[in-house]
């Protein structure tokens, strides 16, 4: 227990409003937006969300800012070192660099799946994350051997990559918007 509140959404929103005023730049304050899981509890549980002005009113948007300021600084150039290392390990294999005994690359994205007679393609896709494709298999074979028994019909993509959401979550928004975009288009 460190009672340290740079890691609060009081701080959070109060290194806000010192940057605006000139005080703070986002290099003195990225590292206190780490530990923020954006799970949303305080935005539900915040007396403030009150709105009994501007500022209470934001304060109530903890997962906005936190988001915010990660971007700003990756925008900035300054980066977590294992976060930025995660994310260029996610570029480099257009997947999650998760552990296990699998593969991580294009390669092996569907091997889950190699015995169930799946179509690449169709008016439904089943799109599976990457810990599950690569290392919770499971899930993903139980989830597709109940739509195949309720007769319910669906395909994989052709090029499965990232959904970018743990990239955005990190501040890494172009690469989040990059690999969204490629997955589109291999839905379309
Ligand atoms: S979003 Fe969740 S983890 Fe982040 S500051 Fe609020 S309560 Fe804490």
Request: some cysteine.
């Amino acid at each position: 227990m460190t009672r340290n509140e740079s890691w609060t959404p009081t701080a959070f929103h109060a290194n806000v409003v010192a940057m605006e005023r000139g005080e703070l730049e986002v290099a003195d304050i990225a590292a206190d937006y780490v530990n923020c899981t954006q799970c949303g509890a305080c935005e539900l549980r915040c007396p403030n969300t009150l709105f009994t002005g501007d500022f209470y009113r934001f304060r109530a948007r903890t997962v906005d800012v936190v988001k915010a300021v990660r971007a700003l600084a990756v925008e900035k150039g300054i980066h977590q070192p294992r976060w930025q290392t995660w994310n260029e390990r996610t570029n480099d294999r257009t997947h999650e660099p998760v552990l296990g005994e699998v593969d991580v690359n294009q390669d092996h994205v569907r091997d889950w799946a190699a015995d169930l007679g799946l179509p690449i393609g169709g008016e439904s896709i089943l799109f599976v994350d990457c810990e599950a494709a690569f290392y919770r298999t499971s899930v993903p074979r139980a989830v597709a051997q109940i739509l195949q028994a309720a007769g319910y019909e669906f395909g994989l993509m052709a090029e499965q990559w990232c959904c970018g959401g743990p990239a955005v979550e990190m501040g890494y928004v172009e690469q989040a918007r990059r690999f969204a975009e490629h997955n589109l288009a291999d839905w379309r």
